[in-house]
Every structure is written in C-alpha cells, then in structure tokens.
C-alpha cells in the first residue's frame, strides 16, 4: 500500500511541477513587444500620400477597364435595325399570329386547345 500511495504521489507532484514551470509572468521578451515609436505624419506627408494613391487607383482602374480582345471591334456592338424595319417586322409577326388564330393553331384564352 506504501508502494502505490509513494508512486502516485511522485506522479502528482511531477504534474504540478511542470505546470508551474510552464506559468511565467510578464512578458518574454518586453524590448520589442510594441512597435518602433514614430512621429505623426504632417498634413502635407499626407496629401503626397494621397496624390501617390490617387494616380496609382486611377492606373489600375483604366488597366482594368482595356478590353482583352482588342483587335476584335465587333465586341459589344449590336446591329441597329430602324424604326421603319422594327415597324414592319412587328406588323408581320402581328399578321402572322392572328392567321394562326384563325386556323385554330393558337387557343382563345376561353376556349381549350384542340387535340392533335
């Protein structure tokens, strides 16, 4: 019974032991814990800054805005009918459907579809 009260209490104190070791105060290194102290930036470090930021923001924003594919100057350009052409294409399309009302092809809201 010594025997086992002995090795246990060996094991306990050995666990206490290493956590304490392993709590230090303060901190490890306090010289370079903060940053180099600097003085402030006057008004006028901080307009150049800010000119330097603008020119490069206004750099990157046109590198952007090139179009990739450009020796193709078909991109993004549509074909343009005219107002006489959409006119008359939409009269067509307007005739065409009210034929195909007649022949029955297109249902009456009130009537159902004919079966095929």
Not at 2 to 31: F, R
Not at 42 to 67: Q, S
């Amino acid at each position: 019974m010594k025997k086992i009260v002995l090795s246990v209490s060996v094991a306990l104190a050995q666990l206490l032991a290493v956590s304490a070791i392993a709590q230090v105060k303060g901190e490890v290194d306090p010289a370079q814990s903060k940053a180099i102290p600097s003085a402030p930036a006057t008004p006028a470090e901080k307009a150049a800054a800010k000119g330097t930021r603008k020119v490069e923001g206004k750099a990157a924003v046109k590198a952007a805005a090139a179009p990739q594919d450009a020796d193709n100057k078909s991109i993004g350009v549509a074909k343009k009918a005219t107002k006489a052409e959409r006119k008359a294409a939409a009269a067509k399309r307007k005739a065409a459907a009210a034929e195909a009302l007649k022949k029955g092809e297109i249902p009456h809201s009130d009537t159902p579809a004919p079966k095929k």
